[in-house]
């Protein structure tokens, strides 16, 4: 097994991580890594669900209370969580680095956030909160294999928190909220044929130009909420035709990717899709809420005066909107530019990586004038 | 092992091998039936080459040669063949029939024609000529795994023959010549960013709109040659993009597929796709000549007279173009229209398969006034 060595420099750890491959669906070797690392970490509790590793601070019992005992006089416990897998890889493994910089399959989204998060739960020893580090499986698939969504199903009770945190990259800043996604096949039909006599079928392939040019001419819009500007996409995210090399082919599916403000509910940016493409058969196959910023809620506006940034709209879905579900109120605080986050040349500063460990690490050890969390329910 | 009974009537021997399913690649069990059904045939030696299968008249010794001498007074041998495999099932098995025509995946393309040769091989004990019937694999896919193709290669004395029949679907009727093909793939290169901004990439698939609309507007050429006019094609046989649900894809690679008279060479018809898409990278995967009709080549046109039919152009690439090759002249004759082959609701008309199996044994049985392939070299 490949082993991962908590003491090393936050920039070291970010490329032991890239170095190990962990496309979606294949988490296994990192994970397995991940948890034996914590559990070499004596005031952590660790335990594994799939591929997805949670280590949690284990409370300190109160004088005069029962050993053993689950009360604390931590008043508030806050999730820290990344995702372990990454997107395919595009000629951009093994990691390098100039010094300045981590670059490398998921340096940025999100090995970075990950290894700041475990120098975190292998340094900070004495909280002033209690913590759960959650590192997890299948974040860039579709939600349904998404190793959050399993903890909250299987073992909710490792996911309660006053505020989650997810270490996702937005330039070591905070970014609220995040965009809704909803995912549809587009199927243009057409009629079979033997192509030494195209004219006797109608080429399916041929037809799904007027979708390709429709998605390639489509603007679209920006929402203001909060202050923050959310601004829409829409992407064909695949293109499948083909019966055989000598058929003319009868279907051609475009699958498209469309990221929604957090105003709009799944319900409203499907019959949006719809309206762009009435004539064709348009099958939903995901369509997830966003999360509102939130930044009047105490527990997000603490955490934003403690880091003292300035909080930006997050155009991307994240975790957060899982969190957002569950009632915790999140945000996403993390190394590296989310604008680099799949494509073949991300990278990660190694400056920001270790921005993150030091703030974020002193405010999980500074004590606290009033309790953060006064609105938890 | 299934079981082929070549006594029963052509129309349900057709229906008995439409039953087979034998997409390419999978032809071994309707090889293993139509093998041992010939191995039943005393007057014929029956050979294998990979899912191929070869049955050969045995030469009769003349008077007063001596035992197993290979000379025989039968002066000619025709090659009477048939591809066993069909393209993908499209809802059309298993077969069906009203009684007039037999239905199902390959009645017309081109199970009908190998019930025919298959009759013939049964029935036809005394030929006057001697014939070598070929059943052989891989027709419907790349030229690299047609089972012909690997006969001529491995064992080019089962093809030596003075005329070949390629039984493929041409309406009872002889068509002559055949198109050429070529196929390639079209790249449209783009850009990978996360779909959240799509703006940071360039989508490749968005981009293949402009690929697509111009195969949907293209107009290809008609080519008259020896009075047979020959009618090119270009369709989109194949679109592949997508690299993850969340990534702006950065390639779409449309795969189409030319068929060019047979007065144009492969390097003039891939000249030809180069200057239709002057911008992308065109990769030319197969490029295969057609067969000029020779309708003046004495060994055609002694067939013609003899079966009483006016030729007309083959639009489809068939092996005629591989006999063309070996210096063999050959033509298309076989029940079925061609017009119907690699559709859903494909068929065979059961008066063509009898006036086929008629017709061709009554010629292969009758004696001839002179010489049939006077040009044979």
Redesign the interface.
Known sequence: MISLDLTADVATLTRDLVDIPSE?GDEARIADAVEAALQGCAHLAVERVGNSVVARTVPRAPAGSRAGGTRTDRHERVVVAGHLDT??A?GNLPSTTDGDRVHGLGAC?MKGGVAVALRLAATVTAPVRDITYVFYECE???GDRNGLRRIAAERPDLLEAGLAILMEPSDAGIEAGC?G?L?ADITVRG???????????V?A?????????R??DHTAERVVIDGLEYRE??????????????????E?V??V?H?FAPSRSPAEAEAYIRSLFPEYAVDVTEAVPGALPGLGREAVASLVRALAVTPRPK???TDVARFAGLGTPAVNYGPGD??L????GEYVPVAQLRECETRLGDWLTAPTPAPVFDDRT
């Open positions: 979606s997107v395919p595009a989204d860039e698939v579709e965009q996604v995912t009629e079979r044929a033997h192509t030494a006599r195209p004219w006797k079928g080429n392939a041929h037809r799904a130009a007027r979708v390709l040019q998605l390639a996409s829409l992407s064909a995210v695949a293109v499948r035709a083909g019966v055989a090399g000598n058929v003319v082919p009868d051609c475009v699958t990717n990221r155009l991307g879905w989310p604008a986050a799949h494509t073949a």
